[in-house]
């Protein structure tokens, strides 16, 4: 278990350190005070890469959760009923939820890299504190799982078998720590999980830490990480974060898939990916080191074959810099950045395209995915000192007006002050998604 031991003598560390951390953090990525109008940026306060010393550790997925995929993961997963889950979350406040997962291989750089633990954090808003409170004692009724000691056996993708074990101290205001077994659906593997849950304020939120090896995550190691995203989290809500999570465009479709929605640069510090070679993340970072915080949103609608190269795909980037001169100036070296990006196969400036924002730049562009060449457009537009990076791609085309539309929008999200709230996926757009077989969204475990 000398990883684990590991990571909490690195954790105690970071405690010991996290003040001037905080302080250094902010300073590189300067944010307003934060006020009682600007949503709390969930996504801020994550666990990150850098928070371990842990070889090849890094990012497998952000996600920012709407209600019905809260309500959908708590029946699949915790055995709760969908319409009690439901009303309680609403009758409770329920205002958005944030996830994320840290993944670490067995050998880091292996070519068919094997996981061998994984660090989930998550953290759902209500209205207030008493609604918090309320839900937590809802998400923290296992008694609808079967427990480990029942003689039941896991089942890929269904409910973890669960039960509650004493923790040394209380995390936030109330606490818990569950221990769950099961099984991950899409590769089989087994996996024993460490959930401390904690209600601080109107938050309710926890981490989970899984091994895959066939080790037991120890009390005091999901102990020591709750403590730090605990600080993460008040951290965040005293001084603000950069928001950019808050002001991004989702899409909305019965069967949309989401790959990315994190920050990929945060306080000047850029996030490796799960295994990522030390060549791979040197040239995504390059492509941004001049920006402060980058936050990218990534989805996909299945379309034509099983495979992923076919399907139409949506991203939004945001780069935010530390003025308005630094972000003109990364703007200017579009054409240089889009030429070294080796999967655009080709691309052509539209210079009498619609103008976005303070400035803008609009691309037609044909995109190798896998096996597939699919085609669409590219909107750069700077609003101040942030940079968006639109990208609109299908079979046989993404229309250039679903991309203005869609730029337009985000254009618009990015000079508001509230939550940016998800948006349909345009008809014309979606229609281009026709799936050569059903597909069924699987809630990730």
Known sequence: MLRFSRIVSVLVLLLLLLPTAAATAQESSPAASPSASQPLDLAAMTLVPSDFDIPGIGRWFGESKSLDQDVAEQAQFGGKDPDVARETMVTAGWQREYTSRLDAPVEYGAEEAVRSLAVRTYVREFADAAGAASAFTFLEDESAAPAPSSGATPVAGGVSLSEDIPGT???????????????????????????????????VAGVELSDYTGGEPEVAEVEALAQTYLERIEQVKAEGGPGLSTQIVRLDAPDIVGTRDEYGRLGGVQAPDYNESAE???????????????????????????????????????????????????????????AGIAAFVEFTAMPDATTFGDESRTYAIDRLSGEQVTSGYLIYARVGNDVVDLRVFAKPEAPLAVAEELAQAQVACLESEGVCERIAAPASLAALAVPATPVVATPVS
């Open 169 to 203: 101290q209380v995390i936030g205001d109330e606490s818990e720590i569950t221990r769950h077994l099961g099984i991950v659906s899409s590769t089989g593997l087994p996996y024993n999980a460490l959930d401390l849950t904690f209600q601080v304020d109107n938050l």
């Open 280 to 338: 791979t993340f040197a040239a995504r970072g390059g492509r941004a080191d001049a920006s402060t915080d980058y936050y990218t949103v990534s989805q996909r609608l299945p379309a034509g074959s099983d495979a992923t190269g076919d399907d139409v795909s949506y991203g939004s980037f945001i780069y935010r810099f530390a003025d308005d001169a630094a972000a003109a100036d990364w703007l200017n070296k579009d054409e240089e950045r889009l």
